[in-house]
């Protein structure tokens, strides 16, 4: 039987000059023909100030460094620096802080968020985030994966046009448009094994029976690895009504979201609603991972953690270019800055999300923006003209590159098409050990770059947003797509 394969993705290609817009390449083209202008009426001498002028301005947009403009990297580090120069790259809460209230409020992006308890009939009580100033509402599945059982691999492929089949649907609700799966691994406490083991002990079980349980649970710790999975499902509210109502906006969201748990179930996911108690451990325990065993034993037995949205920040946190110190551990994030090329497999990305001995501590998570049938047929297009026009620029035989382009963004036309939808996605992964050893946090960060070159993927480091990316990273809502401040002209 053939390995069944998946791809068909890329970049976005302009035909301008060195890929840039035809918007920035008419602009370098103004400034190469004022210049010739220049020298042609005044000579050399009168055109130097002018070509100095304009090498500052062109050489940013033309030379990239890892895939960013000299603009982009400028403005980065600009904003970097005037944050700690401010002071902001610094924060502190509780009691003797200036966090309003003395609270634990979370910090950076998430410090204007709010949750909500929303109750139903059908569906339960489940949580919803809200960010007021976008105006964007996150609910949140808690998901348990198939794993990596022996599975046909028609039914793998099964699974993977389901999954399709969820973006697909998520893509068709007007109000949808941010879906991220986060999968992280901590060390393993033994605390939900413990837990059974006494549920199954107060049921009379035979003492061996009690024995090779606890002992199983002392011994779990050692060899494995806690492993947990979500969807964050992002909606924008699109009336007057629903962005100041929350109650509004609750209820039209709810009419979607059996549909959405349904698509998750025949992706080969059992998922369930997270509640609010689900997301503040989730959360907390990402900011502060000293009370993660705390939170799991309270989620286990049903008792309250006692960490609200207002009281699960960190103590103290600090943003450097490199790295992101949180109570005690430190964060390094890496964004995707390039998927794998050509076809893959369902396994491409096990080396990033299966349990690893080097990587204790770890979360990936990966973010899709579907566009709806209008946009995706619109974008197809102009991605096939785009394409096309590079290959033939030459006016002979074009690269294979080129050409292999032009056919991709031919399927990709035939596809949308045929009823398909364009998505946009991208991968975010960060690594956090304790901030008392830097030489092992230096090696797994290396090993976490090494794991998606395994997958193909090119990585970089956030550098110069740490805070932001680790927010973002944890799938909780952030929106990062709308957070960013540059220009198309910044962006080449």
Known sequence: MSTRTYGNWGKPRSAGLYGM??????????????????????GLSAA???????????????????????????????????????????????????????TYKLPGLLHRTDLYNVPTAGLGDFAMGHDKPRGFYTVWFNCFPSGAEA?????????????????????????LVYVTVTHETSPESGIRLATEAERIAQHGTVDMAKEIIHEAAEILPQVSARMSSRVAVTFKATTAETRKNVRAEATEIARFLPGLMTRLQEAGVTVSLMNPAEVCGFVHSAYVPDDENEVERALVTGEDHGFTWDNCG?????????????????SV?????????????????????????????????MA?????????????????????????????IGSIADDMAAGAAQQTRIEVNSGSRLVRFGLMMTVTHSADDPAELA???????????????????????????????????????EETSFTKFVSG
């Not at 301005?57 to 580090?77: F, M, Q, R, W």
Request: charged residues 25%; contains cysteine; glycine residues 8%.
């Open 48 to 102: 130097i100030p002018l070509l100095i002028i304009e090498f500052f301005v062109v050489a940013p947009l033309v030379i990239k460094i890892g895939d960013e403009t000299g603009y982009e990297k400028a403005i980065i580090l600009f904003k970097f620096l005037r944050a700690k120069f401010n002071g902001e790259t610094t924060y502190r809460s509780g009691r003797f802080s200036r966090v309003p209230g003395g």
């Open 314 to 330: 960190p103590t103290a946190a600090q943003e450097s270019s490199a790295d992101y110190l949180h109570d005690g551990y430190k």
């Open 443 to 481: 090696r797994q960060e290396s090993v976490m770059e090494q794991r998606a070159r395994q997958c193909g993927l090119k990585v970089r480091r956030c550098r110069s947003w740490q805070a932001a990316a680790f927010a973002s990273a944890l799938g909780a809502g952030i929106v990062l797509p």
């Open 333 to 365: 994030t890496f964004e995707m800055t390039q998927a794998p090329r050509g076809l893959v497999t369902e396994q491409t990305l096990t080396p990033l999300f299966a349990i690893d001995p080097d990587l204790p501590r770890k979360r990936v998570t």
């Open 151 to 175: 599975i046909e691999a028609d039914s793998i492929d099964t699974m993977v046009d389901h999954w399709a089949a969820f973006l697909e649907d998520a893509s068709n609700v007007t109000d």
């Open 368 to 396: 899709f923006r579907p566009h709806d049938s209008g946009d995706s047929a619109t974008l197809a297009d102009k991605e096939f003209r785009d394409n096309l026009f590079k290959s033939r620029s030459a006016g002979g």
């Open 21 to 42: 817009t035809f918007e920035t390449s008419a602009i370098v083209l103004g400034a190469i023909i004022l210049a010739l202008f220049t020298i042609m009426m005044g």
